[in-house]
């Protein structure tokens, strides 16, 4: 979703370039822009001009798809790094280690 966001964006702000020859693109545009290709891949080199025209839309709807739940991953295990590296597992009552969860006989996150 934030790979849409961000071409949606990049593409909106950038519309002034086709009436201006002397457009200077904003901080926005050089922000904005890099990340789209960013957040795209690996998904974009995957997906060849011969795939384009040989294979259906739902492979690609499907890679679109995997690429959106890798970079959701990437975000979530960096969101929760800390909290991995200490052995911590968080939950809407607050955060817990394994070893205070094994000395109050509790296996199972509350």
Partial sequence: MLAVISVVIAFGSGMEAFDNPDYE????DRFVGPLAEILMQPGMSLWTPWMS?????IV???LCVANSLLWGLVFALILNFPALLN?????NKGVHSISERRARGSSRIE
């Fill in 25 to 28: 693109p904003s901080a926005i």
């Fill in 53 to 57: 025209k040989n294979m259906p839309n």
């Fill in 60 to 62: 690609e709807w499907t």
């Fill in 87 to 91: 052995g911590k597992t968080l939950n």
